[in-house]
């Protein structure tokens, strides 16, 4: 005589809560990626203008060097932009 020992879910809501663990998940992951990207831009807006004052200091003689300057000040305003909302504390 074998027994069929086959185990079923009662629960109705196994497949919901299992869908919404997977999305709580993958916000968590998206927000991950959104802070992250936020101490970047910050970070990089604090230090983007340490290489753009040595540029200027050092003079403006070459038309690329000015190119570059320009780049660092697009790059920073960028940084400035993504950065805004970082905050080391817990809102």
Do not use: C, K
């Not at 919404?20 to 910050?42: I, W």
């Not at 290489?51 to 570059?68: F, Q, R």
Request: no cysteine; proline share 3%; hydrophobic share 45%.
């Amino acid at each position: 005589m074998g027994y069929n020992m086959s185990f079923q879910n009662t629960s109705s809501d196994y497949s919901a809560d299992t869908v919404e663990e997977s999305t709580a998940v993958e916000e968590r992951g998206a927000l991950a990626s959104l802070v992250s990207l936020d101490a970047v831009g910050f970070w990089l807006a604090v230090t983007l203008p340490v290489p753009t004052v040595l540029l200027l200091a050092s003079g403006v003689s070459t038309i690329h060097e000015l190119a570059a300057i320009g780049g660092l000040l697009v790059a920073n305003l960028l940084a400035f932009y993504l950065g805004h909302g970082y905050s080391t504390t817990e809102p």
